[in-house]
């Protein structure tokens, strides 16, 4: 008897969906094991995240809260994914829209109307993500050189520059009174962002989903998506139809670096109102890449992920500072939410291929029969 | 005796290249049989987090280091799985094992976070190299576990060049379908040598907490010098020998910290010396890759392409 696996011919919607399932079930048992061997019961721990994330207004609003910034790293993540371009950096692209975001707050628009003041924080924010991806999207579309570890090593850049602005010297951001604890200087209420009552739901969503429509929008139905899609298929018949594939590059990784840079500014505008390196340094922009996984890269699908995800982000806090906790980590969460990818990247094995098993068959009939089918067109 | 600041800071720039040559030897394996384990960061992590555990459960360093070697390894067969029997995407399988890998270990570390390291690692002088001047206070005064990993490079150079398995192992990166009609066993070269990789991966964890940092700090504990590995197995066009050279070159940059305010120069702030390894890192990628030339030198062919036998 021999395990076989034979290619599907195409991948079927319902198995995906229930594919995906299966991964958040064997991810949380997997996450079991670990809470098990800390001495925690996971049936325990898991009732209290669900209940944490999901089960009360608060807990609702603010995992969706989360969300936010997860919907926009999960797309600018996606939106590389597309074009087979992984943009690892959008935690410190996501700072450094912090950083311009906070800046234009607290020089631009103090008395100015809060809409006018709300666009230019969301702009810088934006200029600031794509600032910082700029020389990787450069590198990369002229010299060929791999975006995924310049974009990952420029993160820890933007974190000790985000340090240096607040904790580390006297800067334009940090508040001068505050001495012993440096903390950063409170940007003006023209510049916050509208919440719906009394929950930390900011308008930050609203930019999240038009972001989300839009990029539907690009991908689906404009020359400009065709043409991302062909590079990212074959840079060569891309060169050949006279895109330029630089040129591509270039544009689809300044979206993703802006749209990352528009989460810091929600974060600064919506949430924070200062620029507060503890409160963005919780790896928004590594979430980012597993919701865009799990999403297969469409964007109402990253929508969809990053409440899931921003629950699970949400519970692990929760979990930390309520009683009922039982001491368990913010980390708990981390490791789940990673624990989902690993599982779906073995699943996804289940929805290309179909397991064959097969009794007695001589090698080389198995043999025969694949040869027929990669001359039928299975191979991809 | 009293050394020089150039002589501690070179001295320095060893221990701290030491983690980066076992990581990187390690990936030189694992991408020579074709696979791109990209999880290298999550691995060391997961080794320094064990290491730590264990060498305080048991009051032994030894200890600690098998056990952050064996986790580094465990992680790396769940990518061993996922890219050779499951046929994932490589890049995002690796990205998968350092976010899992980083969360689980900043989850096993939440408790211990700034507790000491009781058992500590000593300097070993070697008896009459340690007394050159200069080269022995910087290469021949230091812990035992760089000496081991000038044999692990030694061994890893050997083994590549001049055994049949070596040979083996880089046919499988360059032409799989060649290794698999000379009737080698593809699927199992790559799952050895990424488990391989992944025990190096975990030795160079371990001796990040065991012998470098003094306490656990979550990520920061690693602080992507697996990242920095990756790049310096490009550095080193997947050559064991120019691996430690480059170690040591970007084990000096970490070091430079140290040895600034060694010599009393506070002109650059601390956040931006930290820059400072990123940076290089980003610089030396840079310029590689802008020789188009040199591009492609010693890249196996087959990186990252997941076999399927069927599809030949």
Same mark, same amino acid.
């Given at each position: 008897?021999?395990?076989?696996?034979?290619?599907?011919?195409?991948?079927?919607?319902?198995?995906?969906?229930?594919?995906?399932?299966?991964?958040?079930?064997?991810?949380?048992?997997?996450?079991?094991?670990?809470?098990?061997?800390?001495?925690?019961?996971?049936?325990?721990?898991?009732?209290?995240?669900?209940?944490?994330?999901?089960?009360?207004?608060?807990?609702?609003?603010?995992?969706?809260?989360?969300?936010?910034?997860?919907?926009?790293?999960?797309?600018?993540?996606?939106?590389?994914?597309?074009?087979?371009?992984?943009?690892?950096?959008?935690?410190?692209?996501?700072?450094?829209?912090?950083?311009?975001?906070?800046?234009?707050?607290?020089?631009?628009?103090?008395?100015?109307?809060?809409?006018?003041?709300?666009?230019?924080?969301?702009?810088?924010?934006?200029?600031?993500?794509?600032?910082?991806?700029?020389?990787?999207?450069?590198?990369?579309?002229?010299?060929?050189?791999?975006?995924?570890?310049?974009?990952?090593?420029?993160?820890?850049?933007?974190?000790?520059?985000?340090?240096?602005?607040?904790?580390?010297?006297?800067?334009?951001?940090?508040?001068?009174?505050?001495?012993?604890?440096?903390?950063?200087?409170?940007?003006?209420?023209?510049?916050?962002?509208?919440?719906?009552?009394?929950?930390?739901?900011?308008?930050?969503?609203?930019?999240?989903?038009?972001?989300?429509?839009?990029?539907?929008?690009?991908?689906?139905?404009?020359?400009?998506?065709?043409?991302?899609?062909?590079?990212?298929?074959?840079?060569?018949?891309?060169?050949?139809?006279?895109?330029?594939?630089?040129?591509?590059?270039?544009?689809?990784?300044?979206?993703?670096?802006?749209?990352?840079?528009?989460?810091?500014?929600?974060?600064?505008?919506?949430?924070?109102?200062?620029?507060?390196?503890?409160?963005?340094?919780?790896?928004?922009?590594?979430?980012?890449?597993?919701?865009?996984?799990?999403?297969?890269?469409?964007?109402?699908?990253?929508?969809?992920?990053?409440?899931?995800?921003?629950?699970?982000?949400?519970? *692990?806090?929760?979990?930390?500072?309520?009683?009922? *906790?039982?001491?368990?980590?913010?980390?708990?969460?981390?490791?789940?939410?990673?624990?989902?990818?690993?599982?779906?990247?073995?699943?996804?094995?289940?929805?290309?291929?179909?397991?064959?098993?097969?009794?007695?068959?001589?090698?080389?009939?198995?043999?025969?029969?694949?040869?027929?089918?990669?001359?039928?067109?299975?191979?991809? | 005796?009293?050394?020089?600041?150039?002589?501690?800071?070179?001295?320095?720039?060893?221990?701290?290249?030491?983690?980066?040559?076992?990581?990187?030897?390690?990936?030189?394996?694992?991408?020579?049989?074709?696979?791109?384990?990209?999880?290298?960061?999550?691995?060391?992590?997961?080794?320094?987090?064990?290491?730590?555990?264990?060498?305080?459960?048991?009051?032994?360093?030894?200890?600690?280091?098998?056990?952050?070697?064996?986790?580094?390894?465990?992680?790396?067969?769940?990518?061993?799985?996922?890219?050779?029997?499951?046929?994932?995407?490589?890049?995002?399988?690796?990205?998968?094992?350092?976010?899992?890998?980083?969360?689980?270990?900043?989850?096993?570390?939440?408790?211990?976070?700034?507790?000491?390291?009781?058992?500590?690692?000593?300097?070993?002088?070697?008896?009459?190299?340690?007394?050159?001047?200069?080269?022995?206070?910087?290469?021949?005064?230091?812990?035992?576990?760089?000496?081991?990993?000038?044999?692990?490079?030694?061994?890893?150079?050997?083994?590549?060049?001049?055994?049949?398995?070596?040979?083996?192992?880089?046919?499988?990166?360059?032409?799989?379908?060649?290794?698999?009609?000379?009737?080698?066993?593809?699927?199992?070269?790559?799952?050895?040598?990424?488990?391989?990789?992944?025990?190096?991966?975990?030795?160079?964890?371990?001796?990040?907490?065991?012998?470098?940092?003094?306490?656990?700090?979550?990520?920061?504990?690693?602080?992507?010098?697996?990242?920095?590995?990756?790049?310096?197995?490009?550095?080193?066009?997947?050559?064991?020998?120019?691996?430690?050279?480059?170690?040591?070159?970007?084990?000096?940059?970490?070091?430079?910290?140290?040895?600034?305010?060694?010599?009393?120069?506070?002109?650059?702030?601390?956040?931006?010396?930290?820059?400072?390894?990123?940076?290089?890192?980003?610089?030396?990628?840079?310029?590689?890759?802008?020789?188009?030339?040199?591009?492609?030198?010693?890249?196996?062919?087959?990186?990252?392409?997941?076999?399927?036998?069927?599809?030949?």
């Amino acid at each position: 008897m021999r395990i076989h696996l034979e290619r599907r011919l195409e991948a079927r919607r319902g198995h995906r969906a229930l594919v995906t399932v299966l991964s958040v079930v064997a991810a949380l048992l997997l996450g079991a094991v670990f809470l098990v061997l800390t001495g925690r019961s996971p049936i325990a721990v898991y009732t209290e995240m669900f209940r944490a994330a999901f089960l009360s207004f608060f807990g609702i609003t603010d995992s969706l809260a989360v969300a936010i910034p997860l919907i926009l790293t999960g797309l600018a993540a996606a939106v590389a994914f597309r074009m087979q371009l992984y943009n690892i950096g959008a935690e410190g692209q996501l700072y450094v829209g912090a950083i311009f975001a906070s800046w234009a707050a607290l020089a631009l628009t103090p008395g100015m109307p809060n809409p006018v003041a709300i666009i230019i924080v969301f702009v810088f924010g934006a200029l600031g993500g794509g600032l910082w991806i700029l020389a990787p999207a450069i590198a990369r579309a002229w010299l060929g050189t791999s975006e995924i570890i310049t974009t990952l090593l420029l993160n820890f850049v933007a974190l000790y520059l985000m340090r240096y602005l607040i904790y580390g010297s006297a800067s334009f951001w940090r508040d001068p009174t505050s001495t012993n604890f440096p903390q950063g200087k409170p940007i003006p209420e023209e510049a916050f962002l509208p919440v719906i009552t009394s929950t930390r739901v900011h308008l930050g969503l609203a930019v999240a989903l038009l972001a989300a429509v839009l990029l539907w929008v690009l991908f689906s139905r404009t020359r400009f998506g065709y043409d991302v899609r062909v590079v990212g298929d074959s840079p060569g018949a891309a060169r050949y139809a006279g895109i330029s594939v630089p040129r591509t590059v270039i544009i689809i990784m300044l979206i993703s670096g802006a749209l990352a840079g528009l989460a810091g500014a929600g974060e600064v505008a919506g949430i924070a109102h200062t620029l507060d390196p503890n409160g963005l340094a919780v790896n928004f922009g590594y979430t980012g890449i597993i919701v865009a996984a799990l999403a297969r890269s469409n964007p109402f699908g990253v929508v969809a992920v990053a409440i899931l995800l921003g629950g699970l982000q949400n519970a *692990g806090t929760a979990l930390q500072s309520i009683p009922g *906790g039982g001491g368990v980590p913010v980390e708990v969460s981390y490791m789940l939410q990673g624990a989902i990818l690993l599982c779906a990247l073995a699943g996804e094995l289940f929805i290309r291929y179909r397991l064959r098993v097969r009794r007695g068959l001589p090698d080389e009939l198995v043999e025969d029969d694949n040869r027929s089918a990669v001359a039928e067109g299975t191979k991809p | 005796m009293n050394d020089a600041v150039w002589v501690l800071t070179l001295a320095a720039a060893v221990s701290a290249g030491t983690p980066l040559v076992f990581a990187a030897v390690g990936e030189i394996l694992a991408e020579r049989s074709g696979v791109l384990n990209l999880g290298v960061e999550g691995m060391m992590l997961l080794g320094a987090v064990t290491a730590f555990l264990a060498a305080n459960a048991s009051g032994s360093v030894i200890v600690g280091l098998v056990a952050g070697t064996l986790a580094g390894g465990g992680l790396a067969l769940v990518h061993a799985f996922l890219s050779v029997t499951m046929r994932a995407n490589q890049i995002v399988s690796g990205l998968a094992l350092v976010i899992f890998g980083t969360g689980l270990a900043t989850f096993l570390g939440s408790p211990i976070e700034g507790d000491p390291l009781k058992p500590g690692v000593t300097n070993f002088r070697i008896p009459g190299l340690a007394d050159i001047p200069a080269i022995g206070k910087i290469l021949f005064d230091q812990d035992p576990l760089v000496y081991v990993s000038w044999v692990v490079v030694a061994l890893a150079a050997f083994y590549l060049t001049r055994t049949r398995t070596g040979l083996a192992l880089r046919a499988c990166g360059e032409s799989p379908e060649t290794a698999d009609a000379m009737g080698l066993s593809v699927a199992r070269l790559r799952y050895v040598h990424v488990v391989i990789g992944g025990l190096l991966a975990g030795a160079g964890g371990a001796y990040q907490i065991l012998a470098r940092v003094p306490s656990w700090s979550g990520a920061g504990t690693t602080a992507g010098i697996g990242w920095i590995a990756l790049a310096l197995v490009v550095f080193a066009a997947w050559r064991p020998w120019r691996a430690l050279l480059g170690a040591y070159l970007f084990g000096a940059a970490l070091a430079a910290n140290f040895a600034l305010q060694a010599a009393g120069v506070n002109v650059i702030p601390a956040e931006f010396l930290s820059m400072l390894p990123y940076l290089l890192t980003i610089l030396v990628l840079v310029v590689l890759s802008a020789s188009s030339a040199r591009r492609r030198l010693g890249a196996p062919a087959a990186l990252g392409v997941p076999y399927a036998r069927e599809e030949r």
